[in-house]
């Protein structure tokens, strides 16, 4: 679970978020439970959205 990023969405619905960034709700959903790793297009969006760091949101996929 990337815990993060679904704090980041706080009381947004999957739904909305995910129209809003241009993806489908069961990405997203697979995104959130770490099931699926995004492009870096994708997570450049993300950040972008949510207005934080894309390390902070995908600390599973930058960890050393």
Do not use: C
Request: charged residues 25%; without cysteine.
């Amino acid at each position: 679970m990337r815990s993060n990023l679904v704090f980041a969405r706080g009381e947004k619905s999957q739904q909305d978020v995910a129209r809003d960034i241009g993806i489908s709700q069961k990405t997203l959903s697979a995104l959130e439970r770490g099931y699926r790793n995004p492009s870096i297009d994708l997570m450049k969006k993300i950040q972008s959205y949510y207005q934080v760091s894309m390390i902070t949101l995908f600390e599973d996929i930058f960890a050393f």
